[in-house]
């Protein structure tokens, strides 16, 4: 039972937060379903009860929906998925600190849209069966949808609109083949179904097996802002409220979803695209790396820049080797984590008055020394300095890509360089470079430097000793064999 | 003639006697509330008539009902009820006398019922006559406004040419098969029965706006009432559709090809080019009706499956229209004239919110959103289409869905951030007596419903 209540309770704190009208009763509210979300799928995950187990998977849950079409609402847990909720999970957090920022009249509709994407985000974690994975998949988007058109900056409309327009269109394309997927592995005499293991035994001819394909990856290849398909996110991460750590995670689906089905469906057509992604990747990587270059503001920076780290993790998706595509999620943890600390000291310094365009330099090492070191410390951690956790993820990730592309890598390294020199220069203008007019702004508060604190704790630990990360995720082997024991 | 066969023109009767009361009542005195509710009751009392109709009995050789046609007579019931309320919250009521209104409400749903539920072409005829004078009467009341004479006129030339042109199809056919009866159609396999029938059918395709045959529906929609517009979009077409859905399986195998193809070609014209109209619209009254030419488009596509599957597909994909239709026709009769132009939306938020986010939601659901109906209705299409391998077919409505994304788009970001006047309170209304608003809520429920529990649509069928 504890599968659907972390989808249901989401959506029924999303229900009640339009009661309340104080900020601070919001916020506790959605911390305290957030945190026993995490705490139900702890338990399930820690104290499995071992009777139930089957395959791989550490909790299944399923009820038989519309019969008529074979489908069935159907969730599973296994590691992979456990670790996707956990970290939503904790940027949910952090993001929940950080709204706490931006002055907003209709509170109780912002928090009740966050529960509502949060819902959204861990159903899609959740489901195996493709028409509720697809549901989940387009809901995720309204409910942020609506918060740009609602609280968002300047140009929301334009960004909101581009944002739906291109996930949803590309959501046609995945509903399509979804169905047609479903058609084709309908055996003689059985009814449709919509089940994930009866993709799994889909034996389909190259061609066909190639167009479907095809319209199952272009959808993870927008949401994951690969480079034809990259707009959408240089435009939202400035234009989208504070919650914008969500989108963090959003992309992260496009990496779920190319694990979790792409990979097993279409074995076939894995291997026969796997140069053409990497090349994709290749040029997503220095073309976010070279126009950030050129940017004025500095979220805009850190929009290329993501989009840039999201190519290095579609190749590390399609290199062949196991170890590479667990590094790929852990890498996306682990950016993604630094980049929320990056974006939380940047909307604590917005709400103070300091505006993030880059015309002249800033200089906040003088005027804000705590928050610069943790700065730094971040943007250090987000390009994958040894010793912090992102490196272990960046180093596995280009040894894959030596081991299936060969010397072509060296390109992957070459942006990868790219990067690099793109954060020295963002923190020589943002930190280090001093600036005439003085800012006058309130340091770290004690809770910003309690979070901070933990995170680079995290950060560093991790760094120096990831087995834990990789064997508590990835690896919950033992449990079969302790099931076998008993 | 022998006696009368009570239980199953029970409905009908009782159609016409709801319209003999009617009249009685206004010739007597005219009250609005009570026609209103002479009516209600009177239509009533016929849905729970149809409850004691015998399915698949030939009822004086021009009517039959199976239960298809009966699950739509029970809809078209229903649809007309909500009309009625539309009617009745009109505000033009002073100058019009809005009551008379009820009583071609009532021909056009005995019309309607005619089209449904016929074995024979003359019965069709007939319906069909009686459904489109009925709604050129229906959008010519207010006789002081130009635009709904304009539209009335558009509608009344066009349509009674179309009609000439699906008569000369019914004689074509019954020189053929010698009978009007639509069962003869299935032995039929000459060209000259497919001369007749293309007559016929492309006679319907003017009804039901698809594509070389569209031009008419913008004017008339921009002309029209909200009341008279939902009959228009739901009724109009609904009943013309099952019909051409009857006709269309009932055919022979030699014959059916062709029309199917010129099915096809049609229908991907029409979700095409809906979809592109809509993009430039700026009116919401046009905006549905190019909403609806797109939708006949995936209607008709749903006709291209195999016989068992398409009642219930169709059934489906029409429930989920109706939901969404009906709902952003019972908002568009709250809105003043000025709000049906999207610049002017803006406001909305702030004086009616309950209204935006109606509105919206029928959006949504048009759009294709998940756990709404219209969900649904893709999803139904897409699988039917798949299930016959028509992939070029697949290509062209996924094309088209994605089009038209945009131009439903807009209406919400009109809605939500819009350019609005400074938040002016003035006509904020309270919600506490609106019972228009109250059935909305149940709609867009309905709406949400459905998308969650598809299952119910195929089990009602």
């Known amino acids: ?486 | 003639m022998n006696e009368i066969d009570f239980p199953n023109l029970s409905f009908l009767l009782s159609l016409m006697a709801t319209l003999a009361m009617l009249m009685l009542a206004i010739g007597i005195k005219r009250h609005h509330l009570t026609t209103f509710l002479i009516f209600n009751f009177g239509l009533l009392f016929t849905f729970f008539a149809t409850f004691f109709i015998e399915t698949n009995k030939n009822i004086l050789d021009l009517l039959s009902v199976d239960n298809f046609s009966l699950f739509w007579i029970r809809v078209f019931i229903g649809t007309t009820i909500l009309i009625s309320l539309m009617i009745f919250e009109e505000k033009k009521d002073f100058l019009y006398k809005n009551d008379e209104k009820y009583l071609i409400l009532v021909t056009g749903l005995i019309g309607a019922i005619l089209i449904v539920a016929n074995n024979n072409f003359m019965a069709f005829f007939l319906g069909l006559e009686l459904l489109s004078i009925s709604l050129y009467v229906l959008l010519a009341y207010e006789y002081k406004e130009k635009l709904a004479i304009e539209s009335a006129i558009k509608y009344l030339i066009l349509g009674s040419m179309v009609s000439a042109i699906i008569l000369f199809g019914i004689a074509i056919i019954f020189s053929q098969t010698g009978s009007f009866n639509l069962i003869f159609l299935q032995e039929g396999s000459s060209q000259i029965l497919l001369l007749g029938l293309m007559m016929l059918v492309m006679g319907m395709v003017f009804k039901l706006s698809l594509v070389p045959l569209h031009f008419w529906i913008l004017d008339v929609s921009y002309g029209a009432s909200a009341a008279s517009l939902s009959f228009l979009l739901l009724i109009s077409k609904g009943a013309v559709l099952i019909f051409l859905g009857k006709i269309l399986f009932l055919l022979n195998e030699s014959i059916i090809g062709e029309i199917f193809l010129l099915i096809k070609i049609l229908g991907i014209f029409s979700v095409l080019v809906g979809s592109i109209l809509a993009l430039s619209q700026t009116n919401l009254k046009k905006l549905m009706a190019c909403s609806s030419i797109a939708n006949m488009g995936y209607a008709v596509l749903i006709f291209l499956t195999n016989k068992d599957q398409a009642f219930l597909s169709i059934s489906a994909f029409l429930l989920a229209y109706f939901c969404s239709t009906m709902l952003l026709c019972l908002s568009l009769s709250k809105l003043q004239e000025k709000e049906l132009d999207i610049s002017n939306l803006g406001n909305l938020n702030t004086n009616k919110p309950a209204l935006a986010w109606f509105i919206s939601l029928s959006m949504l659901s048009l759009m294709g959103a998940p756990i709404t109906a219209g969900l649904i209705a893709k999803w139904t299409l897409l699988q039917s289409l798949v299930e016959q391998d028509l992939y070029g077919t697949i290509f062209f409505v996924v094309l088209g869905s994605a089009i038209g994304l945009y131009a439903y788009l807009r209406v919400i970001i009109a809605l939500f951030a819009g350019p609005s006047g400074l938040g002016k309170k003035e006509n904020a209304q309270s919600i506490a007596l609106d019972i228009t608003l109250i059935l909305q809520g149940i709609l867009s429920l309905a709406l949400i419903f459905f998308g969650l529990w598809p299952q119910i649509l195929w089990q009602l069928v």
């Open chain 1, 1 to 486: 039972m504890t599968l659907p209540l972390v989808i249901l309770f989401p959506i029924f704190a999303s229900f009640l937060s339009l009661f309340f009208k104080k900020e601070s009763a919001l916020i506790i509210l959605n911390i305290f379903v957030i945190i026993s979300v995490l705490l139900l799928l702890a338990n399930d995950y820690f104290l499995p009860n071992y009777n139930m187990i089957e395959d791989n998977f550490i909790d299944m849950w399923e009820m038989p929906w519309i019969p008529y079409l074979g489908i069935s609402i159907d969730l599973r847990l296994d590691s992979l998925s456990f670790a996707m909720l956990f970290f939503t999970g904790l940027t949910s957090l952090i993001g929940l600190y950080v709204s706490t920022y931006q002055e907003k009249e209709n509170k109780s509709l912002y928090y009740s849209f966050y529960m509502l994407t949060y819902a959204a985000l861990n159903g899609i974690f959740l489901s195996f069966d493709l028409f509720l994975f697809f549901i989940f998949w387009e809901l995720m988007i309204i409910p942020l949808y609506l918060m740009t058109l609602f609280f968002g900056g300047v140009k929301k409309r334009s960004a909101g609109a581009i944002f739906l327009l291109m996930t949803q269109a590309s959501g046609l394309l995945l509903l399509s083949g979804i169905i047609i997927l479903a058609n084709e592995t309908r055996f003689l005499g059985q009814n449709v179904s919509f089940n994930y293991d009866r993709f799994l035994q889909s034996d389909l001819p190259l061609g066909l097996e190639i167009i479907i394909s095809i319209m199952f990856l272009v959808p993870f290849l927008v949401k994951l802002a690969i480079f034809p398909f990259h707009i959408w996110l240089t435009k939202l991460f400035i234009f989208a409220p504070p919650g914008v750590l969500f989108l963090g995670v959003l992309i992260k689906t496009g990496i779920y979803g190319i694990f979790r089905f792409f990979l097993p469906f279409f074995p076939k057509s894995t291997y026969l695209l796997s140069e053409t992604m990497f090349t994709l990747g290749t040029i997503t990587i220095f073309y976010g790396a070279i126009l950030a270059f050129s940017q004025k503001d500095v979220r805009k920076i850190l929009a290329y820049l993501t989009i840039s780290h999201m190519g290095l993790l579609l190749i590390g998706l399609f290199s062949f080797h196991e170890q590479t595509d667990y590094a790929s999620f852990y890498l996306s943890f682990a950016q993604g984590f630094s980049l929320a600390g990056i974006l939380l000291i940047i909307n604590c310094w917005q709400s103070h008055g300091v505006s993030m365009e880059l015309q002249e330099p800033k200089g906040m090492l003088f005027w804000a020394p705590r928050s610069s070191w943790y700065m730094l410390f971040f943007f250090m951690a987000l390009v994958g300095i040894p010793g912090l956790f992102t490196f272990i993820g960046e180093f596995l990730i280009l040894y894959g890509s030596f081991y299936a592309f060969g010397t072509a890598s060296i390109f992957v390294l070459a942006g990868l360089l790219l990067g690099l020199v793109l954060i020295m220069r963002l923190a020589h203008l943002l930190l280090f470079k001093k600036q005439h007019k003085p800012y006058i702004i309130k340091d770290l508060s004690i809770k910003e430097k309690a979070i901070l604190g933990a995170m680079a704790l995290a950060i560093i630990g991790l760094g120096i000793y990831p087995q834990p990360m990789f064997h508590l995720f990835f690896d919950r082997s033992e449990i079969k064999e302790q099931y076998e024991r008993d």
